[in-house]
């Protein structure tokens, strides 16, 4: 895939990568936390309530036969006129021993059921949460530091980019420049004007005679020398004014 990457902000990267961090620690915490929370429902379900109702189950028994005795007894029992007791309380008991085994027995089977079913389901679940667990211990790392590489080669890019930016106005011409670049060169010596030239000397009267030739006057017809060379004279060359 070609073009650039368009970064407005490193802020969002670093909170990004905070994030991520953030997020790998509350989910092993959470593994953590699910994994022991599955470990005592198993051993609860499992474990403790099979042998809760198994209990129950004996001790139901118990009452059956306690009850068995006591009913026995009351039958072999004879009433003054000669005949059988009804033995009514004792039959009540007998039946709610019954009752009570018979729940006790219905709850251990259901319990067994649900033990089996449940630790089918937690096995598949630790598969998973093993297999999650390994991604957060191997990958996360790994996003991690890419995450850093691209912080430092994203900042390192911009260093590069600032330092480049504050030698370019070095290497073009400043306002200062600007202007001494626009000052003319100064003119040659032949296009001196006459009256720069020291008076006297042979100079003198060699750069007078071209100025008089290339003036304006001589050009339109003219042929009156210019008024300063008319008016004053040139002087030996040292003369004393």
């Not at 017809?221 to 008319?230: Q, R, T, V």
Request: one cysteine or more.
């Amino acid at each position: 895939m070609s073009g650039g990457a368009h970064v407005d902000s490193f802020e969002v990267v670093r909170d990004f990568r905070a994030a991520v961090a953030t997020f790998a620690d509350e989910a092993r915490d959470a593994l953590a936390i699910y994994d022991l929370e599955l470990r005592r429902t198993l051993d609860w379900l499992l474990t403790y309530q099979p042998q809760a109702w198994q209990q129950e189950v004996r001790n139901a028994e118990e009452a059956i036969r306690v009850a068995k005795i006591e009913l026995g007894r009351c039958r072999s029992q004879r009433l003054p006129g000669g005949g059988e007791p009804s033995c009514m309380e004792e039959k009540k008991i007998l039946e709610r021993a019954r009752r009570r085994h018979q729940f006790a027995e219905e709850k251990l089977i259901v319990t067994r059921k649900w033990g089996q079913t449940f630790n089918r389901d937690a096995t598949q679940y630790t598969s998973q949460a093993s297999q999650l667990g390994d991604l957060f211990d191997s990958e996360l790392p790994r996003a991690l530091s890419l995450l850093d590489r691209v912080l430092l080669t994203l900042e390192a890019y911009v260093g590069l980019d600032s330092g480049m930016s504050r030698s370019a106005p070095s290497q073009s011409p400043g306002p200062g420049n600007a202007a001494a670049s626009s000052q003319p060169a100064p003119a040659p010596a032949s296009a001196v004007e006459p009256g720069t030239i020291a008076a006297g000397g042979p100079e003198a009267g060699a750069a007078e005679s071209a100025a008089t030739r290339l003036s304006p006057d001589a050009v339109a017809g003219d042929s009156s020398p210019p008024a300063a060379a008319s008016e004053e004279p040139s002087r030996p060359h040292g003369a004393q004014s």
